[in-house]
Each structure stands twice: as structure tokens, then as C-alpha cells.
């Protein structure tokens, strides 16, 4: 007899039209498509052609009619300035109705980008929903990123408008947001037309006269808009991710796939429904924030939580339980260093006990490779399942997963378990050809893609073909590596490209080598991922000075380290750099990085065959060595 995932499992296969014209049926459409999979012109295939929706409608507006204007829709916990603020869904309705009319009233149309700086506040989601509500496409960019990143995103999405507020808050750190942007505007070719502003009480921005507009006085004088009706396939958002240069990827999604897979998720994948209290601890800046802070919440009826907190210091390693027993939450999203954070503070659970988490049934962890100490210790401590799931940005929802609401499948702590409905994921070896159980190979998944996913990268369909579909013409390149177990179980073990994982933020190494080269003292450089017990990953840089310079390392390692916090962000966590003589290399020229992770994670390494000299590994380790 075969489960009811494997049942739903296969049928996504066999019959992906049929599967995903049902689960259609759930949303609310304006005009029904005339097309499920519009396969004509691949590799850009089209979900719901024909279709007319809106994401904000089927958000707000449907559960207002249908009886749940009165339920909470959003909550936002803030530890950091000691606020709670809750908004059912009538109220979020009523509020993004009238932001939306802001918008429209500044000129801003279907298909405009609108660019989103803003830290965890319920404006940035009321910001969100807005631009859905009248077409108009959103990019939220994650508010730990420096101006220079911000710059790229502005030019590359040409917004109409950008909507920021004046600060941040990282724990008890005020963190001005206005400088940064009024830097990027400096730096970016395209200038917005104009900026909206949230002032919040921790910090008065500086208005730029003609150009800054008061978030609040605006959507004071605003009058509420309805929702305009959109095509299926029209862009919801871009969200830029990390990809091998400085140059992001502007991930674009859909709004009727999106709405179709995300609300799908919500009963299949985490077995929450309408009235449930949903709680994702990530930010909105990030994918996971948007679909599972405030898309997917929202389309299935739940209350999300908003939380500007961290899970350790706002105040103490209780505040998730906190948090979960104060509103009865059933389900928490985060990615595994939030467990390990709180572990290594609270190792004994002894916080947790001081809550009652009677409501909470499952904890989901995403974002990074979820080792299996941290699984069994939260799972020992909370005594709910917990699942570990795999995806990407550019997916906008799991991959892999246990899904909780087909009949869960046991846990294999390690492993992501089974491939979820829609993806057709194969392991393959260079070559193409799938791999034996338990081989370590290239994680593909076969092309179409399930609704939901990427579209294409802004304006960039040539870098959608190449970065993803030239490897394996007909797959998805996932650029992680991994295997499946004799009983169809994933297991994700690390990425194919530069991309490193710190802290469950996707990052760039090719980026941060491109802001080392600009010091002018370097001649080269290699920046790698090492081990870290609570990030998981953490960038290491290497440099080669210029021949004649007389100052050393420790002068110019603490340039190259405020360098990269200001030209990428702190988020990047780009605490060490290493002067080094010469940096090991093939005979070719190609610097050796894999070998030089092995010699920093403290791992056996095979001296390759191809090196041109042997003795710069002994160097590095020796420097490493000097470093702990
Ligand atoms: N705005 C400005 N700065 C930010 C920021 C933001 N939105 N987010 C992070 N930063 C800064 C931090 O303050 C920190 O600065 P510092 O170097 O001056 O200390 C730096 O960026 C690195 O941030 P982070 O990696 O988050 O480290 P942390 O030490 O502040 O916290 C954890 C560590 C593990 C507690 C934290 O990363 C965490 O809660 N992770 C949970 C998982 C998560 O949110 N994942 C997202 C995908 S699901
Ligand atoms: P992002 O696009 O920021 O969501 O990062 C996606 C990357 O994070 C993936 O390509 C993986 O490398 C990694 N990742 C996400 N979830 C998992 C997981 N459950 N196990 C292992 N790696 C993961």
C-alpha cells in the first residue's frame, strides 16, 4: 500500500496539470486559466496562463469576507524596543488598502519595482502587500546588507520608489538605515523618483527635501485601493540572492504559481491551517520571510508572528519559548544556528522550562545543513518532531522535506528526507547520469519546475539559462551536492559553487575576493568557508600582498575586514583575514581552494597531484596555526 505522499508524490509526476489544476482550485481567481503548464518556449515554462489573481486579495481580503476579518493576521514581538503590536485581518487589510492607495497616489503602477530597505517591522509586510495589492513588483533587500549592495539592487531593478525606514535595531546596536540609503542613491546610476520613510522613535532620519516622504503622514492622507486584478504569470517580486560574483541573482517569481505552491505548502508541508499560530524566526529580507512570514501565513488563514528579536540576548536564551507560549504558536520555522545559539547558552534546556509550549507541535529548520547533534538536541529538549527541510531562494519553498501533512515519514537526522511533491530531484555525476544510492553527486531536479519557483533572473534570461540550465540541459542545477539513501532519502551535504552558509545567510565568497582585490596593497586573494560551531560556516580570507609593500598583516588585516563590512554588509560576518607569502595553486593557475578549507577545518587533506609546490600548504597551515 503506498502513503499518501507517495500517492500525492507520484501523481505531481505522472500528471503535474492535473495535480496543480486541483490544488488551484483552492485560491481565488479573477478569471480561471485557460492553461495549467504553458510548456511552449522551454526552459520558461509558465504556471496558470490565462489566469487573472491578486496574492494581496487572496491574503487579506478573501478571509475578511469569508468570516476571519476579526481573527489576528499578524503579530509583531519586538524585544528590542519592548513593543507588541497586533493586527487582525481586517485591521492589516485596512492598512495595506490605504498604503497601497500611498503608492498609487505617488504614480507607482502594475509592474513598477519597488524597492523594500526596512528592518522586521509590520510596516515592511504592510509594504509588501501593498505592492501586491496594485501590481506593483516588490524587492525587499535585507536590511544587514551595505550600501554598496543596496546601489546594485537599485540599478539593477530601476524602482520608481523605495520605501525605507530610519533604523534598525540589532539587539541594544541603533542601526541607521537612512545614511546607507541615501549612499546607495549616491552610488546607483538610476535615481528613485522618490522615498518614503518610517520614522521610528529610536532614530530621526534626515529628510531629503523634494525627494523623502513621512511614511506615516502619507498613509494618513491615503485613500484605501482595491485590488488590481494581475496576470498569473506577472512578476510578484524579484528578490536578489547571492551568486559566484558580486553581481546578485534578481530571482523573479510569479503571482498565481506562487500562490497555488505556497498555499499548498502550508496544510501538506507543515500540517498548519487557517487559525493556526504560525511563527517563522527569519527576516523579511530573506526568502523565507517572504513566503513563510508573510505570504503563506496569510493565504491559508493563519496568524504569523513578526518577531524583531534574536533567539539568544533579547533578553536571554528563553525568548522563543517565550514567545511561543505568549501567543500558543504550533509551529516555528528557523534555521538550525538558532539552535545552536540557544544550546550553547542553554545547554540544559533550563529556560525552556520555564514555559508552557503546550500549543506547539513541530519545529521546521531550513536555510543550512542542519547537523544531527542540533536536531536530536531539540528534538530531545521540546519533544515535538522536528523537521529539517531543504530550499533555496530561487525555489521559494521546500524542495526536500517531511511532509507532515501527507502522514510524516520517520526521521533520518542527517537527512531532509523525501523529494516534496512537484520535484523530480535526481542525483547525477558529471556526466549526467544518476548515481547509485548513496553517491555523493550534483543535485538536479527535472525541468519544469513545480509552480512557485523562479521564472527567470531580472532582465537576465540569458544568466536564468546559464547559471541554472546549461550543466544538464532539461535540469534545474541546484549547486548543492548530496546523496539519496537506498530508501529515496535526501541528504544536502554542501554547495558546488562559491556560495557559503553562515548563520543560515547565503553569501558569496567570489564577492568578498572581489572587495579584497580593491585594497590596493593585495596582489591576490582567496576567500573561503570554515567550519564554526554556531554559524555553521564563516568566511576566511586570504591575501598576497604587492611586492614592496612594507606594511604587513597587522595593519592591513583590520582594513580588509572594515572594507568588506562596508562594501557588503555585516551580515557577511567577515571577522579574519590571513597575510600569506603565496596562495597554493594548480599548475594551471587555479587557486586551491577545497585544499585550503580541509587545512582550516582541521580535516586530512590529500596533497593534489596538480600543485605546483607542495610546501604553500605547510605555510598556510603554519599561519592558520599562528591565528588559533
Ligand atoms: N541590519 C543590520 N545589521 C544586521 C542585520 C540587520 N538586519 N542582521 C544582522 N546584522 C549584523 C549583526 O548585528 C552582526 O553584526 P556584528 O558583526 O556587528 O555583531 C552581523 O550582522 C552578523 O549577524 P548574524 O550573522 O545574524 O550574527 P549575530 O551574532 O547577530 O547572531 C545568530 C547570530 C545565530 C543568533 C543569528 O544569526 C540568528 O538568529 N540566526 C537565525 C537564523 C536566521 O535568521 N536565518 C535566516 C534564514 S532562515
Ligand atoms: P538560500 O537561497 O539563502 O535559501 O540558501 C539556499 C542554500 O542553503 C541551499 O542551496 C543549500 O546549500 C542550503 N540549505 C538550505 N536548506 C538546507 C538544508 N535543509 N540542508 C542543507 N542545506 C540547506
Known sequence: MSTTYEQAYVHSLTNPEEFWAQKAEEVHWYKRWHTVLDDSLPPFYRWFVGGKINSCYNALDLHVENGRGEQLALVYDSPVTNSVRTFTYRELLERVARFAGALAAQGVQRGDRVIIYMPMVPEAAIAMLA???????????????????????????????????????????????KPLLDQAIELAETKPERCIILQRPQA????????????????????????????????????????????????????????????????????????????????????VGHSYIVYAPLFIGCTSILYEGKPVGTPDP??????????????????????????????????????DLDTFRTLFLAGERCDPDTLLWAREQLQVPVIDHWWQTETGWPIGANCIGLGMLPVKPGSCTKPVPGYDVRVLDDDGTE????????????????????????????????????????YYLTADAGFKDEDGYLSIMSRTDDIINVAGHRLSTGAMEEVLADHPDVAECAVIGAA???????????????????????????????????????????????????????????????????????????????????????EIEASLADLS
Open 204 to 287: 530621526q532620519a534626515e529628510m531629503v527635501a523634494r525627494r523623502d516622504l513621512d511614511w506615516t503622514e502619507l498613509a494618513a492622507a491615503a485613500q484605501p485601493v482595491d485590488c488590481v486584478p494581475v496576470a498569473a504569470t506577472d512578476p510578484l517580486y524579484i528578490l536578489y540572492t547571492s551568486g559566484t560574483t558580486g553581481m546578485p541573482k534578481g530571482v523573479v517569481r510569479d503571482n498565481g504559481g506562487h500562490l497555488v505552491a505556497l498555499k499548498w505548502s502550508m496544510k501538506n508541508i507543515y500540517g498548519v491551517d487557517g487559525g493556526d499560530v504560525y511563527w517563522a524566526a527569519s527576516d523579511v529580507g530573506w526568502v
Open 131 to 177: 505592492c501586491a495589492r496594485i501590481g506593483a513588483i516588490h524587492s525587499v533587500v535585507f536590511g544587514g546588507f551595505a550600501a554598496n549592495e543596496l546601489a546594485t539592487r537599485i540599478d539593477d531593478a530601476r524602482p520608481k520608489l523605495i520605501l525605507a525606514a530610519s533604523c534598525g535595531i540589532e539587539v541594544d546596536r541603533i542601526v541607521p538605515y
Open 318 to 355: 528563553g525568548a522563543f519559548w517565550r514567545v511561543i507560549s505568549q501567543y500558543g504558536v504550533n509551529a516555528l520555522f528557523t534555521a538550525p544556528t538558532a539552535f545552536r545559539a540557544i544550546k550553547r547558552e542553554d545547554p540544559n534546556g533550563d529556560f525552556l522550562r520555564k514555559y
Open 532 to 618: 564554526d560551531d554556531l554559524k555553521g560556516q564563516l568566511p576566511l580570507g586570504f591575501v598576497v600582498l604587492k611586492a614592496g609593500v612594507a606594511r604587513g598583516h597587522e595593519a592591513i588585516a583590520p582594513e580588509l575586514i572594515q572594507m568588506v563590512r562596508a562594501k557588503i554588509g555585516p551580515v557577511a560576518s567577515f571577522k579574519t583575514a590571513l597575510v600569506v607569502e603565496r596562495l597554493p595553486k594548480t599548475r594551471s593557475g587555479k587557486i586551491l581552494r577545497g585544499t585550503m578549507k580541509k587545512i582550516a577545518d582541521g580535516e586530512e587533506y590529500r596533497t593534489p597531484a596538480t600543485i605546483d609546490d607542495p610546501e604553500i600548504l605547510r
Open 435 to 474: 548515481v547509485e544510492a548513496n553517491q555523493i553527486g550534483n543535485i538536479a531536479v527535472k525541468m519544469p519546475l513545480p509552480p512557485g519557483c523562479l521564472l527567470t533572473l531580472w532582465n537576465n534570461d540569458d544568466g536564468f539559462q546559464e547559471a541554472y540550465l546549461s550543466q544538464y540541459p532539461g
